[in-house]
């Protein structure tokens, strides 16, 4: 059973830093892409960023870049986001996907193939 178990959320202030995790098991992720995506209160899930687990190409959406870094430990199957100078907007419950689609760029909900659970991040201003 393919599982994605994301964890590091919580609750930081403005211009604060979170790094989050995904432990992903239950299949080889070697051929996919690993991403992330938000869901603000209110509004719909959105793209944030994405490695493709065997080149290690990555792709932002343009409000996180240069703020966020997405990276992955290929021996532990996990992905990191690490979030810099975190603002309010950055509000949401991050997603970890993983998608055996291609895309040179960002990807779509349908695109997906498994997602976590989430995590909840709060910036307070």
């Known amino acids: 059973q393919v599982q994605l178990v994301e964890s590091g959320g919580g609750l930081v202030q403005a211009g604060g830093s979170l790094r989050l995790s995904c432990a992903a098991s239950?299949?080889?992720?070697?051929?996919?892409?690993m991403n992330w995506f938000r869901q603000a209160p209110g509004k719909e899930r959105e793209f944030v960023a994405v490695?493709?687990?065997?080149?290690?190409?990555?792709y932002y959406a343009d409000s996180v870049k240069g703020r966020f870094t997405i990276s992955r430990i290929n021996a532990k199957n996990t992905v990191k986001l690490q979030m810099n100078s975190l603002k309010p907007e950055d509000t949401a419950v991050y997603y970890c996907?993983?998608?055996?689609?291609?895309?040179?760029?960002?990807?779509?909900?349908?695109?997906?193939?498994?997602w976590g659970k989430g995590t909840l991040v709060t910036v307070s201003s």
């Open positions: 996907a993983a998608t055996s689609r291609y895309s040179d760029s960002s990807y779509r909900d349908e695109d997906i193939d498994y």
């Open positions: 239950g299949r080889t992720f070697s051929t996919y892409a």
């Open positions: 490695i493709k687990w065997s080149s290690g190409s990555t």
